[in-house]
């Protein structure tokens, strides 16, 4: 039933573009917030992580 709702949404939305924007629009728009996703996820990954709880010791030095 899942997959017969899931076709028939998926066959109206390739009939009439999101909100009546032209599909190039549509494509352009998706395909910047992917790019903008993807520099901003490396950007912060690439960031050196200080949290200070390397300093602490671990669970062994208590022994």
Known sequence: MLLIILAGDLYSEVQK???GYSWA???LIG???LL???VAA???ACRP???GSHEE???SDNI
Do not use: E
């Open 31 to 33: 395909r910047d917030w």
């Open 57 to 59: 010791g671990g669970r």
């Open 17 to 19: 573009p999101y909100a």
């Open 49 to 51: 992580w200080r949290t």
């Open 42 to 44: 490396f950007v912060i």
């Open 25 to 27: 629009s549509v494509i």
């Open 36 to 38: 903008l996703t993807l």
